[in-house]
């Protein structure tokens, strides 16, 4: 494999690193927000029955939404890494 070759595919794991990390990170705190957030709708008497059912379909959507955008993160990365060893 040639060097620049190298370089970049170092390049993209340090990069790809960096997204995991942040990605994780993020994940962790929006989850424990997300639950907190379930927590006090789910936990006061008087909230109607279609507002809970509510915050469960958002809080399901950004949990969706995150997991989706790790498998693309992760697929692209693999098709990157794919084309920069293609490469003469």
């Known amino acids: 494999m040639p060097i620049c070759a ?8 340090l990069g790809k690193a960096t997204i995991d990390n942040t990605g994780a990170s993020l994940g962790t ?4 927000l997300e639950d907190r957030l379930t927590e006090a709708v789910k936990g006061v008497s008087w909230m109607p029955g ?3 059912d509510m915050v469960d379909e958002y809080v399901g959507l950004a949990r969706r939404t ?3 955008m790790t498998a693309t993160v ?3 990365y693999t098709l990157l890494y794919k084309l920069v060893g293609s490469e003469p």
């Open 6 to 13: 190298g370089l970049v595919q170092l390049g993209l794991d």
């Open 74 to 76: 992760d697929r692209c």
């Open 66 to 68: 995150r997991a989706d």
């Open 29 to 32: 705190l929006q989850g424990m």
């Open 50 to 52: 279609p507002v809970c």
